[in-house]
């Protein structure tokens, strides 16, 4: 379980997919968009969304204010994707999108052409 706060502009991930483990994801404060298999979820608190394994998705704040929402993962041990990614995203810069797919690989999870 992570606790995962973004402000509006902020990059979320690029569409991709986890091919062993789910997600889900409840919004505590702000409004976050989920794309899914081509469709999109606005989300605000109290909203519960459910990505399982092997479902192309992302994610983005809307409006403009932060928003706060907590995440499960299943297996708890992906977790640690999470952790690492936080390691090579730096504020302001453009993430390196090689090294993120290498990290998505390490855990069985891949950047896709849409979510």
Do not use: C, Q
């Not at 928003?67 to 390196?96: H, K, N």
């Amino acid at each position: 379980m992570i606790e995962y706060e973004a402000t509006p502009g902020e990059p979320g991930p690029p569409p991709h997919v986890h091919r062993t483990f789910e997600e889900a994801w409840y919004i505590l404060e702000g409004e976050v968009v989920f794309v899914a298999n081509g469709s999109e979820e606005h989300a605000g608190p109290g909203t519960y969304v459910y990505v399982p394994r092997g479902t192309p998705h992302a994610f983005r704040v809307a409006g403009a204010n932060r928003a706060r929402w907590i995440g499960v993962f299943s297996p708890g041990r992906y977790v640690a994707l999470l952790e690492e990614l936080g390691m090579l995203l730096r504020p302001g810069a453009a993430p390196d999108l090689e090294a993120v797919a290498r990290l998505f690989a390490k855990y069985d999870s891949a950047i896709v052409d849409r979510a």
